[in-house]
């Protein structure tokens, strides 16, 4: 923790669902395993290959794609280009044929019953998502690393726990909410203006710029569709999708055909409390079906959180008239900043502090753009963010099968709620009275997560994930 230097776009990255710890964390894992093998040279004498699965990867690894994941980054496919609907067909021909072709270049025989291994009793001691790739030579030697998938889909390969991100020297270098204050106080730069000008450290502003936009776009592109796709989600739960037929109903049955009239359709609709409610609701659950079906969705800062951010930012350009892109920018750059100041002081991987990592964070991370892109103070926005996570503390992964659905796609539009009272709070109180701190609540998260009982991290082994009788498919 701390001493990283971390962009908007490590925080929100492009990827398929269900999970950015246990699916996009594993894919870029599998991608950086051929480029060792490429690297090396080693293409032309590899003979076969095995995956190991480690802790919270083996025991919710198929309820999360891990499986799958692995497959497709061994197979030379990106998350943010491939095509969602070659995901599940792929792998099945991978089963198949019982071969991989290895960053698309070299056929090696694969077995998936045997040579991939989910290690259910087995975890490693830096982080509980360990993932082992094997790579067999001619000679009969063979050429192995470990990498650790560390939430958010970040990811670092054992004895390098210090790479994960870029070295870079920053104008304004933070790693905790006060050294953000001090910063904003000595600049009066916005915390959104801020980090632009941290971002200029990678790239220039235009690309930072483009690169928002294009996050933005994924967002919005993932909103209407699961708005508008119908259907039960996959993995042996039998669960329905709810937005579309929300989106009906709302809408008197009215279709739309895209995203611009969509929306004004939407503010046409008045602003009673329960109907706002109900589209924040919608709006959340879109995304998490989305991500739940394999579909394109953003790091937010994670997948199983992915719909708190989208859901408010998306009542922020309805409700507030906020479709602009400066007021965009703003929200995204914000978000990012604070999403940031946990992952220094904290986690935002659930195997490693439950679901106030996810969806607290990113609970928190929405409060504080809707707040700065209200009007908020700097001050307001970092009480804000400290609201929204105080009323997540302590909670629980407890996913039902090991799938990214029961409570986990509830709990974003529960998120998301939270994360507008907390924006309306804090713009309605005077934040120099505030009696907790965001970086109080920051190490509080900390702690708490590093007294909860393993069973309720990403294991499928307590809580909820216990109480319901399954009959899930093995694959």
């Known amino acids: 923790m701390g001493k990283e230097r971390i962009s908007i776009f490590d925080m ?19 991608q950086r395993f051929v ?70 270049e070299k056929t090696v025989a694969f077995s998936y019953t045997t040579d991939l291994m989910f290690l259910y009793t087995e975890s490693l001691p830096f982080h509980p998502n360990a993932v082992t790739f094997q790579a067999f030579l001619h000679d009969g030697t063979a050429v192995s690393e470990t990498y650790y998938s560390i939430g958010g889909g970040f990811v670092v390969q054992e004895n390098d726990a210090e790479g994960v991100l870029s070295e870079v020297d920053l104008p304004f270098p933070v790693d905790t909410a006060q050294e953000l204050m001090v910063w904003c106080m000595r600049t009066g730069l916005k915390i959104s203006e801020l980090v632009i000008e941290n971002e200029m450290a990678w790239r220039p502003e235009e690309e930072t710029k483009a690169g928002i936009m294009h996050i933005f776009h994924t967002i919005k592109d993932c909103i209407y569709k699961g708005c508008h796709t119908t259907g039960v989600l996959p993995g042996g739960l039998h669960v329905e ?14 279709t739309y055909h895209d995203y611009d009239s969509w929306i004004n359709a939407i503010r046409e609709g008045g602003n009673d409390f329960a109907y706002i409610l109900d589209w924040v609701s919608c709006f959340a659950l879109s995304v998490n079906e989305e991500n739940a079906s394999f579909g394109r969705v953003v790091t937010a800062p994670t997948n199983g959180a992915s719909g708190v ?40 991987s659930a195997a490693m502090g ?30 804000a963010a400290e609201i929204a996570m105080e009323h997540h503390l302590g909670l629980t992964c407890d996913p039902i099968g090991g799938l990214v659905q029961i409570p986990c ?13 907390a924006a309306q709070l804090a713009l309605n109180s005077n934040p120099d009275k505030a009696k907790v701190s965001l970086d109080a609540v920051v190490g509080t998260m900390w702690e708490t997560a590093q007294d909860m009982n393993v069973k309720y991290k990403e ?17």
């Open 12 to 30: 929100f990255k492009v990827g398929i669902g269900p999970s950015s710890s246990h699916t996009l964390g594993p894919w870029r894992a599998a």
């Open 35 to 104: 480029e060792v093998l490429r690297h090396k040279d080693l293409f032309g004498v590899v003979e076969g290959v095995n995956i190991l699965l480690y802790g919270s990867l083996a025991k919710t690894g198929i309820g999360h794609g891990t499986d799958i994941a692995v497959l497709l980054g061994l197979s030379g496919d990106d998350p943010v280009t491939f095509d969602v609907h070659q995901v599940l067909p792929k792998v099945e021909e991978i089963k198949r044929a019982k071969q991989i072709v290895l960053g698309g």
């Open 409 to 421: 796609i509830e709990r974003n539009t529960m998120g998301a709620v939270k994360a507008i009272t």
């Open 354 to 383: 439950g679901c106030q990592a996810e969806i607290g964070v990113s609970s928190a991370m929405a409060a504080a753009a809707l707040t700065e892109c209200l009007g908020g103070s700097q001050r307001q926005v970092l009480m």
């Open 309 to 348: 951010i989208p859901a408010v930012l998306q009542y922020f350009i309805v409700f507030h008239d906020g479709y602009r892109e400066d007021k965009i920018m703003q929200f995204i750059a914000t978000a990012s900043e604070i999403g940031s100041i946990f992952k220094k002081g904290a986690t935002i």
């Open 241 to 254: 999708r709810r937005a579309a037929k929300m989106n009906t109903r709302l809408l008197t049955g009215r």
């Open 459 to 475: 294991t499928a082994d307590g809580g909820l994930a216990i109480k319901v009788p399954l009959s899930l498919p093995e694959c």
